[in-house]
């Protein structure tokens, strides 16, 4: 599986971005996809999970309510939409995918996916 983030970008506080992940390759493998997002010196933290078979979404505390979550099976896509944008949410963010087959006992846990996408920098000025 190859996936491939993009829509970061520089955005004013209170602001909105929506970032998106192309999967290709093995998708019909894909049993959760996930937004992780990391800044310097810092590990990398989830933000928002869902299940690709049955749409299961989990939220971070620090977005919920700010974020969406969604994955468009038939494009293979998967968006992380951002609204109401704060300087705490500057980071770079990744998207990740965990295949089938295998007994998951946290997806909030970036040790669960086993590919990820190269990173999209998002920055949010005050």
């Known amino acids: 599986v190859q996936l491939q983030a993009s829509g970061g970008g520089l955005v004013q506080a209170g602001g909105s971005l929506r970032l998106s992940c192309a999967a290709s390759?093995?998708?019909?493998?894909?049993?959760?996809g996930a937004w992780f997002r990391q800044t310097p010196g810092k590990e990398r933290e989830f933000v928002a999970t869902?299940?690709?078979?049955?749409?299961?979404?989990y939220y971070a505390d620090s977005v919920k309510g700010r974020f969406t979550i969604s994955r468009d099976n038939a494009k293979n896509t998967m968006y992380l939409q951002m609204n109401s944008l704060k300087p705490e949410d500057t980071a770079v963010y990744y998207c990740?995918?965990?295949?089938?087959?295998?007994?998951?006992?946290?997806?909030?846990?970036?040790?669960?996916?086993?590919?990820w996408g190269q990173g999209t920098l998002v920055t949010v000025s005050s």
């Open positions: 390759g093995r998708t019909v493998s894909i049993y959760a």
């Open positions: 990740a995918a965990a295949l089938g087959g295998t007994y998951y006992t946290d997806l909030k846990s970036h040790y669960e996916y086993q590919y």
């Open positions: 869902i299940n690709w078979i049955d749409g299961r979404i």
